[in-house]
């Protein structure tokens, strides 16, 4: 199984970026996938997640400015982040294999594989 991420960089606040996700090993609908981000000494946490049958879950801080979404053809996963803000700033990972529960979409113990991370810099 791997995961690689793309589409990090540097964005103005209040810009928008999409992230994605190449996943190799299984589709991309067939198993729960998530979003993570983590800053400099900080806890890695989950942001967003989408089961495989397609219901999703938002963290608080990215709710109504993000959307999790797959291209199934491409076996691709995504997340659309707008109205960027300097608190946005982190590394983003992509993730896979989670046990759906919302209490826990937001525990990187949840989730089994992961990438390497894509890095993401909102200037204000």
């Known amino acids: 199984v791997q995961l690689v991420e793309s589409g990090g960089g540097s964005v103005q606040s209040g810009g928008s970026l999409r992230l994605s996700c190449a996943l190799s090993g299984y589709s991309v609908s067939s198993v729960c996938m998530g979003w993570f981000r983590q800053t400099s000494g900080n806890e890695r946490t989950g942001i967003a997640a989408i089961d495989s049958d397609g219901k999703t879950w938002y963290a608080r801080s990215v709710k109504g400015r993000s959307t999790i979404s797959r291209d199934n053809a491409k076996n691709t996963l995504y997340l659309d982040l707008d109205s960027l803000k300097p608190e946005d700033t982190a590394t983003y990972y992509c993730?896979?294999?989670?046990?759906?529960?919302?209490?826990?979409?937001?525990?990187?113990?949840?989730?089994?594989?992961w990438g390497r991370g894509t890095p993401v810099n909102v200037s204000s």
């Open positions: 993730t896979s294999e989670c046990d759906w529960d919302e209490r826990f979409l937001s525990l990187p113990s949840n989730f089994g594989y």
